[in-house]
């Protein structure tokens, strides 16, 4: 079973397109994230939720507008799709202060 | 810039030997501690983690050391073996809800 699970799991697209990403958790976790990993394998935080609200936004560009309608779901929406988009999306949970959980990722190619 | 950084970006060690994968982070306030490996096409997973009220902690063939006092972490992998090529990430965290990761170490283990 898996604990974080995020669809699709690859996305090709064309610049200027909108296109969404899932993310689901069955660990009963109240806090999750979406991070982006980048082509030197960076790994950089972009938003954080807990209880289903935002706490976390680091200067994301809003084009990206996560949306997470019950604690167990984080979703990513992304507007206006850009090249510089391309990337690796992964969404992680975590329970309180404990490590983050990460889903398989989501390798995004703007074309 | 990032908190969170690795000395080196690659380490190659012959099988059956120790590695040391180390870790540099700027903030000190930091309490939470974590090193996660991350497979090609997936994503990272939890290996080890300290809390800042400790300098040592050990697992399985691995040991995380703490030394607040120069802001260093270290990851040691004992007897590697080929499966502990990975890239490896140092993780910190000064509250519940933001991960920072460092840039990775590629370890590579010559057979």
């Known amino acids: 079973d898996t604990a974080v699970s995020q669809t699709p799991k690859y996305l090709v697209t064309q610049m200027g397109n909108d296109k969404s990403i899932k993310c689901e958790q069955n660990?009963?976790?109240?806090?999750m994230y979406w991070y982006k990993q980048d082509s030197k394998k960076f790994l950089k935080i972009m938003f954080s939720y807990n209880n289903k609200e935002l706490i976390i936004n680091e200067t994301v560009p809003n084009r990206f507008s996560p949306k997470s309608p019950d604690k167990a779901h984080l979703n990513l929406h992304i507007n206006s799709l850009e090249l510089g988009d391309s990337a690796v999306y992964f969404c992680?949970?975590?329970?309180?202060?404990?490590?983050?959980?990460f889903g398989q990722g989501t390798r995004l190619t703007v074309v | 810039g990032e908190s969170v950084g690795l000395h080196l970006p690659t380490l190659s060690v012959q099988e059956g030997d120790n590695s040391i994968i180390n870790c540099a982070y700027s903030?000190?306030?930091?309490?939470?501690f974590i090193w996660y490996k991350q497979e090609s096409g997936k994503g990272p997973q939890f290996i080890i983690d300290?809390?800042?009220?400790?300098d040592k902690r050990q697992g399985q063939r691995v040991t995380v050391l703490l030394n607040k006092t120069v802001k260093h972490l270290s990851l040691q992998i004992a007897a590697t073996q080929p499966g502990d090529s990975a890239v490896y990430f140092c993780a910190e965290t000064y509250n519940d809800y933001k991960l920072s990761f460092g840039a990775g170490t590629t370890v590579t283990v010559r057979a």
């Open positions: 992680a949970s975590s329970q309180e202060a404990d490590e983050a959980f």
């Open positions: 660990l009963g976790h109240d806090t």
């Open positions: 300290i809390r800042s009220n400790m």
């Open positions: 903030n000190s306030a930091s309490d939470y």
